[in-house]
């Protein structure tokens, strides 16, 4: 079936603008999650959602970021003015809803701030 | 607060060889253990998991790995390395409290001809 699905893959902004990130998680998934990976570093957790709900934004680095995921399916990690420091690649994850179900990665976008 | 530690950022082994990766652990209570793999051009993939139980777990692709309470460790092995196991390897530690994980910064494996 298919897997994690993130748009875009790539994404070149200037300094000071306004990106979205689109996650589309696999079908009947209640939990997602957003990561964030720096060059030679691990993923960073940054907030989970069980259905429509955050449950968990404690790694949401500043107010610059936020997430949505309105009908419990498709999310959207959106940052506002952003830094070159935001450069990284975003990952997104999935999962079934019981705690530590594994997780299944999309691909991730990979974020340029310029 | 929880961490983890890979030692090796990089490790180079033969083809056939056997491997180990390195995961040394901080956290109070029995942690969830996690070994995630990372292709070029893929998303991560879980290998194998620990939560309780025998503390020798296997996982998919012939990996198993070990938890150490007394050492904090959960090291992954193969008796035989692949070439296409050539990849970048997480390991990752969660709680019961919360759903987010924690991630080591990973070694990059190169496996030789």
């Known amino acids: 079936g298919a897997g994690v699905s993130q748009t875009p893959s790539n994404k070149v902004t200037e300094k000071g603008k306004y990106v979205e990130l689109r996650c589309d998680p696999i079908?009947?998934?209640?939990?997602l999650y957003w990561y964030r990976q720096s060059l030679g570093q691990g993923p960073e957790f940054l907030i989970y959602f069980q259905g429509t709900g955050a449950a968990d934004d404690s790694g949401l680095p500043n107010d610059r970021f936020f997430a949505v995921r309105p009908e419990g399916s498709v999310s959207t990690l959106k940052i506002q003015r952003t830094e070159r420091g935001d450069s990284a690649v975003y990952l997104c994850?999935?999962?079934?809803?019981?705690?530590?179900?594994?997780?299944?990665f999309g691909n991730g976008t990979r974020l340029t701030v310029t | 607060a929880q961490s983890v530690t890979q030692p090796d950022i990089h490790i180079t082994v033969s083809e056939g060889a056997s491997l180990e990766l390195r995961c040394n652990y901080s956290y109070g209570a029995t942690p969830y253990l996690f070994w995630y793999v990372q292709s070029p051009g893929q998303g991560l993939q879980l290998l194998l998991k620990?939560?309780?139980?025998?503390?020798l777990v296997q996982g998919i692709k012939g990996f198993e790995a070990e938890f150490k309470r007394s050492q904090s460790s959960f090291n992954l092995r193969k008796p035989s390395v692949h070439w296409s196991d050539a990849a970048e390897y997480f390991c990752?530690?969660?709680?019961?409290?919360?759903?987010?994980?924690?991630f080591g910064s990973g070694t990059r494996l190169q496996v030789q001809p």
């Open positions: 620990y939560f309780s139980g025998d503390t």
């Open positions: 079908s009947g998934h209640t939990a």
């Open positions: 994850a999935s999962s079934a809803g019981q705690t530590h179900s594994p997780l299944h």
């Open positions: 990752a530690v969660g709680d019961t409290g919360r759903r987010a994980l924690t």
